[in-house]
């Protein structure tokens, strides 16, 4: 009988344990989608990335044609964004005269010359700015300067 107390108490424990680890981050994090433009123009390609002014992890994600979506924490955030704008893209951002070359026995792309980069500043301390809510819409738009 004691061993079957000591069985069910530690299957609670550890279900416990687990349960108090799942959920605990997606509590802090919310969905956010949006756009990135250059001069009106979408961002071909590009990373964007919101930091928590205060402590905390930070979330991210892809933009592609000048959309993304995210998870993100939320709250005050600092948005970092790279990527690059091309004249003529496929559905994926990517450049559509890009040529595939062979180096060192290896296929590589060799892309043409953007039109655009986002200047550094952006990509590592940036002066983009976004409250994230907790739940409710966030969506957000964000126009790159260019310098």
């Known amino acids: ?14 279900v416990s344990v687990v349960c108090a680890g ?10 956010v989608s949006g756009t990135v433009t250059i001069n009106g123009q979408p961002l071909s390609r590009g990373t ?6 205060a402590d905390g992890y930070d979330g991210g994600g892809k933009i ?3 959309k993304f979506v995210a998870n993100v924490p ?11 704008l091309f004249d003529d893209v496929d559905e994926n951002g990517n450049p ?3 040529t595939k070359i062979i180096v060192d026995g290896f296929e590589q792309t060799k892309e043409p ?9 952006y990509a590592s301390d940036s ?14 738009a964000f126009e790159i300067k260019p310098e």
């Not at 799942?22 to 969905?31: F, G, I, L, V």
């Not at 939320?74 to 690059?84: M, R, T």
């Open 113 to 121: 010359k953007p039109k655009f980069i986002v200047p550094p500043k």
């Open 64 to 66: 592609v044609l000048g």
């Open 48 to 53: 964007i990335q919101f930091v928590p002014v």
């Open 1 to 14: 009988m004691k061993k079957l107390v000591c069985v069910v108490m530690l299957i609670v424990l550890g």
């Open 127 to 140: 002066p983009l700015r976004a409250e994230v809510k907790k739940s409710g819409d966030n969506t957000l």
């Open 74 to 84: 939320f709250g005050e955030c600092k948005v970092n964004i790279s990527g690059e």
């Open 22 to 31: 799942c959920n605990s981050d997606s509590r802090r994090y919310a969905k």
């Open 96 to 98: 559509k005269n890009s």
